[in-house]
């Protein structure tokens, strides 16, 4: 086994935090109340400047479904050309049709204009009418990994179907379970599972630097940020499984 995790930086801080722990991977995202959106150029831009490890922007226009239509595809399309200038390992997305089948055609128009990026089919897999119907598209337009959480809010929930979804891709596509994955479960849901890849948002509130705060406005003015704590803990339950196995 050779166990990677992946973690979101929803903000600059968090790349630096994110590589400093160990992780392998970023996924890079916008907009965490809306389950993430496309990064702006400049957080792009600086998060290419900051970290050498994998990075992976999000690509997704808006929160709500995985229905797009005509201009949200062409912003997709500019956001992936971007992504591939700055020098990205990857990207992620996910696009439906509204039988909740994927949008074979258009997702593999992405998928080769991506190339040599690599994509992540994002948790839009979880919203599938048929989760190996969809498996079997996804590895056939060339995709690099599904993220989903077994069709269910929580890995917890979904590791029969996590199990189910390893065993049919058969090593032709990765399957990394997300949503929920904490370093007080990870060993477990790597051994029950199978699963080698593991995405968390191993995340915490960052308190605002303001001293001063109108108390009229009644805001919450903290922010998203990663926990390097729970990262490393992350890893070290990953490295601890992996001495038992070798």
């Known amino acids: 086994m050779n166990y990677r995790l992946e973690v979101i930086a929803f903000k600059i801080e968090s790349c630096s935090i994110i590589q400093h722990a160990g992780a392998h991977r970023i996924e890079l995202c916008d ?20 970290v050498s490890i994998d990075l992976y922007p999000m690509i997704r226009p808006r929160g ?33 049709n509204t039988d909740g089948t994927i949008d074979k055609n258009r997702t593999a128009a992405l998928i080769e204009l991506a190339y040599p990026m690599q994509v992540t089919f994002h948790r839009a897999f979880d919203r599938t009418r048929d989760a190996f119907e969809a498996l079997e ?19 917890t929930a979904g590791t029969d179907m996590l199990s189910q979804l390893i065993k049919a891709a ?15 479960n990870i060993a477990e849901l790597a051994k029950q599972t199978g699963a080698v890849e593991f995405h968390t948002s ?32 992350c890893l070290q339950q990953l490295n601890q ?5 070798s």
């Open 170 to 184: 058969d090593d032709r596509i990765i399957i990394m379970p997300g949503s929920g994955v904490k370093s007080n």
């Open 241 to 245: 499984l992996q001495q038992t196995i």
């Open 31 to 50: 907009n965490p109340a809306e389950g993430g959106t496309t990064p702006s150029y400049g957080f792009l831009k600086k998060a290419r400047e900051l």
């Open 64 to 96: 709500g479904d995985f229905f797009y239509s005509a201009d949200e595809y062409d912003a997709m399309q500019e956001d992936i050309k971007l992504c591939k200038q700055l020098g990205c390992e990857g990207v992620v997305f996910g696009l439906l």
């Open 137 to 155: 598209t996804l590895i056939e337009i060339g995709c690099e990994r599904i993220l989903t959480s077994g069709l269910t809010p929580n890995v």
């Open 202 to 233: 191993a995340r915490t509130n960052a308190v605002t630097a303001m001293n001063y705060q109108n108390p009229f406005m009644q805001e919450e003015l903290s922010s998203v940020i990663a926990d390097e704590k729970e990262i490393i803990a």
